[in-house]
């Protein structure tokens, strides 16, 4: 499959629960995204990688656990989420030049998580 | 930090009419102003973008301006057709992307 791709589609989890979502990218790109979507607010940036590294982490809540192994795969490793928690989540990766950081995004079909 | 203000919050035009989405942003380092669109269940996508160096950049149907005196920038969709129908985000860059709320626009055949 080509493009950015990510499992599973839907999850359901309780709050003492401890998944994963996965993020593949096939577009040779060296920066990966995790954005988080709610109803009626604007597109928030969780996490970026670029070329493996960490380079953004904008206060997000330590029970959302990123972990980039290679510049083809993310994952955001989740733990004791709160109902709030509940949203779409979007992976995006883009090629990264100099000081390009964030251009020409291409997302995931994303992840839609309930926590009960 | 950067904020984005994004108006109208829904957008209904007619089939052949013209449609625009402004936005405002307040960091005057921006310098990156891409425009993503996202129809309902589908991922968002890059649909038109402008560097801070250039005014105006138009592609097919869509176009956007930019006043960076003002700080704010627009899409502009004419003839526009019901496969327009979509959530349309604009975004602004100093080093992260911080995106508006989204525009609902429906094309009414």
């Known amino acids: 499959e080509t493009g950015v791709t990510q499992t599973p589609r839907h999850l359901v989890m309780g709050m003492t629960n401890k998944k994963s979502l996965k993020c593949e990218q096939h577009?040779?790109?060296?920066?990966m995204y995790w954005y988080k979507q709610s109803a009626k607010k604007p597109l928030e940036l969780m996490f970026v990688?670029?070329?493996?590294?960490?380079?953004e982490n904008n206060s997000v809540p330590s029970r959302f656990s990123p972990e980039c192994p290679n510049s083809s795969h993310l994952f955001l490793h989740l733990h004791t989420l709160q109902p709030e928690d509940s949203a779409l989540y979007l992976c995006a990766s883009s090629q990264e030049g100099g000081t390009a950081l964030n251009e020409k995004l291409f997302f995931g079909s994303g992840t839609q998580l309930s926590v009960l | 930090g950067e904020n984005v203000e994004q108006h109208p919050s829904t957008l209904s035009v007619q089939e052949g009419d013209s449609a625009v989405i402004k936005c405002t942003y307040s960091d005057s380092a921006s310098n990156y102003f891409p425009w993503y669109k996202q129809e309902l269940g589908k991922r968002p996508q890059l649909i038109i973008d402008i560097r801070s160096n250039v005014g105006e950049k138009k592609d097919q149907r869509i176009a956007v301006t930019l006043n960076k005196t003002a700080k704010h920038f627009s899409l502009h969709i004419t003839e526009t057709q019901p496969e327009d129908s979509a959530v349309y985000f604009c975004a602004a860059r100093r080093r992260a992307l911080t995106f508006g709320s989204g525009t609902r626009l429906q094309v009414q055949p």
């Open positions: 990688y670029s070329l493996e590294e960490r380079v």
């Open positions: 577009l040779g790109h060296n920066a």
